[in-house]
């Protein structure tokens, strides 16, 4: 079945720092590729996506592309601030068994940025 | 516009007894599904709605376990005769068709 892999936490960052969260995934088919984000005491927010292969999500500085060949997808931001200290899950639907619906997630990566 | 609503935001509840938890969808949005956020298993799919059918139960972990949706609008879990290991944070998502999940806040069950 579908799954997904990604990287252990926490991680904690300086604001202003460099960051990648490595996401890949397991699946036959074509799925496509979320990042959702945990703020603290909310529910979870999709904070973008990639349908198919080489396509490249973003929003809010952040991004992340859709690479069949390693079957990555992994999360990068260039200058991390506070506000960003989240948990983030990477996530899939619609690979093998049709199921264009299931979001399949990863088991989340703690962010703290301190300033 | 209104979001996903869940309730409670809270549930504590003695194991044995049974708990339902109530999810609001956005209006408008046909499709509806559960998901259960533990610390040991990460984010799991339970169940989903296509109005108020439930093509998909497959997630459900076990026949103490089950869900309802009415007028293709609010659903209901139940979870009967709770043990502990139902400690988690259930999640409920909706979406106009399969398409982006907005998701609820989430109730915090737990099982004493």
């Known amino acids: 079945g579908d799954s997904v892999t990604q990287m252990e936490g926490p991680v904690t960052l300086s604001e202003e720092a460099f960051l990648t969260i490595n996401c890949t995934y397991t699946?036959?088919?074509?799925?496509?590729l979320f990042w959702y984000v945990q703020y603290p005491g909310e529910g979870l927010q999709l904070l973008l996506k990639a349908t198919k292969a080489d396509d490249k999500g973003s929003n809010k500085g952040f991004e992340a592309t859709y690479r069949k060949e390693t079957t990555s997808f992994h999360l990068e931001k260039g200058s991390v601030q506070v506000s960003d200290s989240a948990v983030y899950f990477c996530?899939?639907?619609?690979?093998?068994?049709?199921?264009?619906?299931?979001?399949?997630f990863g088991k989340g990566t703690l962010l703290t940025v301190n300033p | 516009g209104a979001g996903v609503s869940q309730s409670p935001s809270n549930k504590v509840t003695e194991k044995g007894k049974d708990v339902e938890l109530r999810c609001d969808p956005i209006s408008g949005h046909t499709a509806l599904y559960w998901y259960r956020q533990s610390l040991g298993q990460g984010l799991e799919f339970l169940i989903y709605?296509?109005?108020?059918?439930?093509?998909?139960k497959s997630g459900l972990p076990s026949d103490r376990f089950s869900a309802e949706r009415t007028g293709g609008s609010v659903s209901t879990l139940t979870i009967q005769r709770t043990q502990q290991e139902d400690s988690a944070v259930y999640l409920c998502?909706?979406?106009?068709?399969?398409?982006?999940?907005?998701f609820g806040p989430g109730t915090r069950l737990t099982v004493l």
């Open positions: 699946a036959t088919g074509y799925p496509s």
């Open positions: 709605f296509q109005g108020n059918s439930a093509p998909d």
């Open positions: 998502a909706s979406s106009p068709s399969v398409d982006e999940q907005f």
């Open positions: 996530a899939l639907r619609g690979g093998s068994g049709g199921s264009n619906y299931k979001l399949t």
